[in-house]
């Protein structure tokens, strides 16, 4: 069983962020899935978090007690959800909104929102930062978050976040290749 938090401010797609991750792992993988999402009574700026927990086998918990890994895209969000991580857990963490870090979790600082401006919308950090976890961890294959990205966004956003998993995956694995190699 693999827990999972996600964690960011309000309008940055945490909610989104989990719904794609808990569809890849559930529809596309065939695993067991819960998802479970809150956010504070600020609808844009409070915090905000997705929990996704992804299994071969059922899960008899409603929420993550202890993550194995997190993905942060606002200081706020880490400060206050690197207590639900393991100890050692990975907290993959956007290096432009999360300066700050926790000798807690391992931290794994990611560059999302600089490749999502890069490749034309700040919009799609979430996105790219969902690839980056999962050509590091190999938690979620690339095709079931490609196949789940197609359900869930319109159209017209399609190519942009197609394109910004595919860079954030791209850039995950090669992290995942220094740290090996």
């Not at 309008?11 to 819960?34: D, P, S």
């Not at 929420?63 to 100890?87: C, H, N, P, S, T």
Request: with cysteine.
């Amino acid at each position: 069983m693999i827990q999972i938090i996600i964690g960011g401010r309000g309008g940055q797609g945490i909610q989104f962020a989990g719904h794609v991750l808990a569809r890849a792992a559930c529809i596309y993988m065939n695993k067991y899935v819960i998802q479970v999402e809150s956010y504070g009574a600020e609808a844009r700026g409070g915090e905000s978090r997705s929990e996704v927990i992804i299994s071969d086998e059922e899960i008899p918990l409603v929420g993550v007690v202890e993550a194995d890994y997190g993905i942060m895209l606002f200081q706020k969000a880490y400060d206050r959800y690197v207590r639900k991580m393991k100890r050692n857990g990975v907290i993959f963490a956007d290096d432009v909104y999360v300066k700050k870090h926790s000798d807690y979790v391992k931290n794994l600082p990611i560059p999302a929102y600089k490749i999502a401006l890069r490749i034309g919308s700040p919009l799609v950090m979430n996105i790219v930062s969902l690839g980056i976890f999962a050509g590091y961890t190999s938690v979620v294959s690339e095709e079931a978050l490609s196949r789940a990205v197609k359900d869930l966004v319109r159209k017209e956003y399609l190519d942009l976040n197609l394109h910004a998993l595919k860079i954030g995956v791209k850039y995950g694995r090669e992290l995942r290749e220094k740290k090996e190699g």
